[in-house]
């Protein structure tokens, strides 16, 4: 048997503030590819739940395009790394090329799909050009004395190419082999973010922090003109063309995407985000694309906060928002259908299990890491409970998808949550706040650091840094104790689950073992071979049946278990880079995981 991949909700893009955001489309126009965090991801653009992952980066992953021919991608990482890899197959890496010392901003592909300039932040030099497929230099990028921003490379013959920089000038090339031809000075007078060649290779255009769109011959790169003077109001992050040449999209930190006829010189369609005129720092728009190849004139633009946004001709709000974590996804937790996710910048998403799309829990959300979900099954409507290391508690309503009451503040760090029977236990360093309906009903001294808690029916597990769980039974709003420790595990308790009846409990360790046990009587060890985790165990989760575990670690693997059969398990290996934070059971008998890459996993098992 064998954990399978079913499905990768990718990560949102990650965005840098005043920095552009490149996105790219294939030319069939039925995927975009993006950088975020240390992977590329290659997204499906009608059903944004299917994409593609890749992890064989080291460093921050900058930018990403395909190749004209569709068959391959090249992604730049902050570590000057140009990497080639096929798209169309299994991702196999075609080539590893070391272009500038520092970051690389962008990279484009020349008709052909045979040459690549990449251009960054380096200190010899800001940029290269390099064959794809082995790495030979044919050319070379100067005339700038800044970091180069951006790079587009005409797709016909005569090969020209265009650069621009933090030094307010473009270069004018001539290929290949690549080398400078000219200077465009004094159009911009601050950094350029974006340059384009038009598809049909007749133009070029060019943006920038000081909100100007300048257009360019795109034989002898002498400027024709300026448009749109005083219509964007914040720098210009991105450009891209229609496939017809006749019309090309900005992207501005003004929270618009207008639509330009370069022959008139006019905006001919603006998309304003946000909520009427205020002013709204995370819908800020970092980058666009219009992919080619598709026949409904689809717009994709980025925001501040990574969401996708489809823009559709007549449409003044966007048609479709794809959200996503930007960063390291810290906790998560089911509720019927719904898996919510934290984050450490304490952002929540909720998950529908049947689309594997995500909504923004609203309301008054945690402020940086979210540590940990419960779901309460006791009352009417369900809810889950959240704790983050802004030292709240706080509810959502799972219906509704937010957050509801107000956050109970708990004065100490919470290290873990769980509830039973309209309680809420929160953990802290050296007692356990019992919490009832929003207020804080009590609090239980202990001797011992508390590292997790896990609570069904009356009974309460609490695993310390004393390598001990701790068993103690609830009454009303009162933790006794009843004696009982379970001694097994030989470094500190890091994960606690109860099966869903009640009958058993799983234990998992910082050294990477896990225990479980019968929870009638006198806790009888039902396996202590489940031992092939390497790291921290950070989350246990039982199905349905009881039968089966799954169990998440630091060592990026994912584990299923089985109680009858307690020799076997299997594996998804390298799960999630920076290891697995979150794992949950969905009704069809498929694991979700999530993890340290910011995306959630889906698992199914064969055989």
Known sequence: MSLVSDAIWAAAPTTVRGQPTPLSSDPKGERIAYASGKSVFLRSIDSPAISKQYTQHTAQTTVARFSPSGYYVASGDASGTVRVWDCAGEGATKGEYHIIAGKINDLAWDGDSQRIIAVGDGKERFGHCITADSGNSVGEISGHSAQINSVSIRQQRPLRAATGSDDTSLVFYHGAPFKFNTSLRGQHNRFIFGTA??????????????????????????????IGEGVHTGSIFGISWAQDSKRFVTASADQTVRIWDPEAGTAIQTWRMGEGDITSIPDQQMGVVWPTGRSDGLVISVDLEGNLNYLVDGNPKPTRVVRGHQKNITAAGSSGSTLFTGSYEGRVLAWDFSTGLADKVEGDAHSNYVAGFTASDSKAEAEIFSIGWDDTLRSISVPNRIFTGSASSLNFQPKSIATTSNVVLVPGSDSIAVYSDGNKAGSFPVKYAPTSIAAHGSTVVVGGDDKLVHVYTLSGTDLKE??????????????????????????????????AYETSGEWKLITDRWSAHTARITCIAWDDSGELAASGSLDTNVMVWSVAEPGKRIKALNAHKDGVTGVVWEKAGKVISAGGDASVKVWKMEG
């Open 197 to 226: 060649f038009s598809p049909d290779g007749s133009v070029f255009a060019s943006v920038g922090a000081d909100k100007r769109i300048w257009l360019y011959d795109g034989k002898t790169g002498e400027a024709k003109g300026q």
């Open 482 to 515: 009843t004696g009982t420790e379970l001694r097994r595990a030989t470094s500190p308790i890091s994960a606690l689950s109860f099966s869903t009846s009640g009958d058993k409990l799983a234990v998992g360790a910082s050294n990477g073992k896990i225990y």
